[in-house]
């Protein structure tokens, strides 16, 4: 079946460090890969991503490349705020069900 | 995009009792979904709202715990039945919205059962 497997973490950087967080799928069939970001105390928000293929979706200042060949979409940002503090999911969706994937989730936190 | 709502933001609840959360969408949405996430953990789908007929729960979840109404296109409701503490989570609706199978969610309810 379709899963998702995410660096679990917890990660702790200090401002302006650069991020990456490792997401690796199984899927049957070609799915969407989606980056989540929920805040403390929010419900979740979409934050960026890819359709098909070498796709690139970025939003924010992060982005993430789906790479069929390796199975991946990691999560990246050049330089981290205070304010990037959150936990991120990786999920994947297809057309073969109705429901989406979640991984385990990262924990970020960024220090000043 | 969709503009989701959910009612109560949190709740205290006894044990025993049961509580029904509501999730409004601003605009009709074919796919409606329920997921539970509990302290510290991801996201687990629960049941989809199918408007018009009975929701189709996830292994784990049945009806008699966990009822669903989804009357139209906009609103949903999901039932916590005879609540125990291992209940207490974050309880979220979500939409799908677009050609990509993306889901928008909503606020979240936090649940609390003493």
């Known amino acids: 079946g379709n899963s998702v497997t995410q660096m679990e973490g917890p990660v702790t950087l200090s401002e302006e460090a650069f991020l990456t967080i490792n997401c690796t799928y199984t899927?049957?069939?070609?799915?969407?890969l989606f980056w989540y970001v929920q805040y403390p105390g929010e419900g979740l928000q979409l934050l960026l991503k890819a359709t098909k293929a070498d796709d690139k979706g970025s939003n924010k200042g992060f982005e993430a490349t789906y790479r069929k060949e390796t199975t991946s979409f990691h999560l990246e940002k050049g330089s981290v705020q205070v304010s990037d503090s959150a936990v991120y999911f990786c999920a994947l969706a297809t057309s073969n069900n109705n429901d989406m994937r979640f991984g385990a989730g990262t924990r970020l936190t960024v220090k000043p | 995009s969709a503009v989701i709502s959910q009612k109560p933001s949190r709740d205290i609840c006894q044990r025993g009792t049961s509580l029904t959360i509501q999730c409004q969408v601003d605009s009709q949405v074919t796919m409606m979904f329920w997921y539970r996430q509990q302290p510290g953990q991801s996201l687990t789908l629960i049941a989809t709202?199918?408007?018009?007929?009975?929701?189709?729960?996830e292994s784990g979840f049945v009806i008699d715990k966990f009822p669903i109404s989804r009357p139209n296109l906009t609103f949903s409701t999901l039932t916590v039945s005879n609540m125990s503490p291992e209940d207490s989570s974050i309880y979220l609706c979500?939409?799908?919205?677009?050609?990509?199978?993306?889901?928008?969610f909503g606020p979240g309810t936090r649940l609390t059962v003493t």
């Open positions: 709202a199918n408007q018009g007929s009975e929701a189709t729960y």
């Open positions: 979500s939409v799908e919205f677009g050609e990509s199978y993306e889901q928008y």
């Open positions: 899927a049957t069939g070609y799915p969407s």
